[in-house]
């Protein structure tokens, strides 16, 4: 094959002229940030027959297990957006963490809640472009009873997460191309 162009800088002669323009989408990140965040919230299951969680004696001090609900992600919410100067933009985000308790006496029995919190940050994030949180990660999570009732357990959950804010947006860039290539099968 004559004229194939390899990876690497164009020879001193110059580049081979280009077979066409190809226009791709790629992310473009305009601004991001990340934070560990703690949070202690409080929650209620109900217990008993035909409840939440039918099975069981359950006691102040039992711990819970819980996790990030499976095929769920951490999200946000804008609740405002206020132009901060300089092209930056502070947002009032409301945070949600769905986390899957599960009952300490049968593991078969789970409940989901979904927890919030408040974050105001600033970032440069143009208009008609918001935040998003979807690259956050649960660092852990700890639960436990912390009252008893007769039809209900109150659990106090603290749980970490890895907080990532980005201002993403999907862009079209035209860029020249020499061909294409198509890979070897490996085996």
Do not use: H
Request: with cysteine; hydrophobic share 35%; glycine share 6%.
């Amino acid at each position: 094959m004559t004229n194939q162009v390899n990876p690497g800088p164009c020879p001193s002669e110059g580049c081979p002229p280009t077979t066409e323009i190809v226009c791709i989408s790629v992310d473009k990140v305009y601004d991001s940030c990340f934070q560990v965040e703690e949070q202690i919230k409080l929650t209620t299951v109900t217990t008993g027959a035909g409840m939440e969680w039918p099975t069981g004696v359950f006691a102040v001090g039992q711990v819970v297990p819980c996790e990030l609900t499976p095929g769920l992600k951490i999200s946000s919410t804008v609740i405002s957006r206020f132009p901060a100067g300089d092209g930056l933009t502070t947002f009032t985000l409301d945070i949600s963490v769905p986390l899957t308790l599960t009952n300490p006496n049968d593991e078969t029995e789970s409940t989901v809640r979904i927890f919030d919190f408040i974050k105001t940050v600033t970032l440069n994030c143009p208009e008609g472009v918001d935040p998003d949180t979807s690259e956050s990660i649960l660092i852990f999570c700890s639960s436990v009873i912390t009252q008893v009732e007769d039809s209900y357990v109150e659990i106090a959950c603290v749980f970490q997460v890895y907080l990532v804010i980005e201002c993403i947006s999907i862009v079209q860039l035209l860029v020249p191309s020499y061909g294409f290539y198509i890979p070897v099968p490996l085996g």
